[in-house]
């Protein structure tokens, strides 16, 4: 009876992964928040022009147009670089990230793989107060 009990508890688990993305991310390499529970919205400080966000995208990507929607909404301002339309954005993205996934996010001396609105919104907020401290 262990067994089914543990069965159950593994069911649970991949069930909280992939609907609130606890304990791993998704399978697109989103990370939205959870239903029900509000994203950080980065402070006025943290969406100053000192705040410079560089996010690399394709045209196909789902995943991208979600984080530029979402950064739109938040009122965070970005500078996008396609990579599949200049060959100088695809080599500045491999610099940073090796193996080429978007969207790639650049924010002051961070990068990101990956659309998590949490993470984005933490590293803002550090980076701005990296730069306060300067």
């Known amino acids: ?15 909280a ?6 304990v791993s991310s998704a399978a697109d390499g989103s990370h939205d ?14 969406q100053s022009p000192n705040v410079h966000v560089i996010v690399y995208t394709t045209a196909w990507c789902p995943v991208c147009k979600r984080a530029k929607a979402w950064m739109k909404t ?6 996008e670089r396609d990579v599949e339309t200049s060959a100088t954005y ?3 993205m491999r610099a940073i990230n090796p193996r080429s996934g978007v969207p790639t996010f650049h924010i002051g001396e961070q990068v990101l793989i990956g659309f998590d609105a949490r993470q984005i919104a933490s590293t803002m907020e ?7 401290i300067q």
Not at 126 to 132: G, I, K, M, T
């Open 74 to 79: 938040q009122g965070i301002a970005f500078e």
């Open 17 to 22: 992964r992939s609907t609130w993305g606890i």
């Open 33 to 46: 928040a959870p239903p029900g529970l509000a994203t950080p919205r980065p402070s006025a400080e943290t």
């Open 1 to 15: 009876m262990w067994v089914g009990g543990a069965i159950i508890v593994v069911l649970v688990a991949a069930l």
């Open 90 to 92: 695809a080599r500045e």
């Open 126 to 132: 550090r980076e701005a107060e990296r730069r306060r």
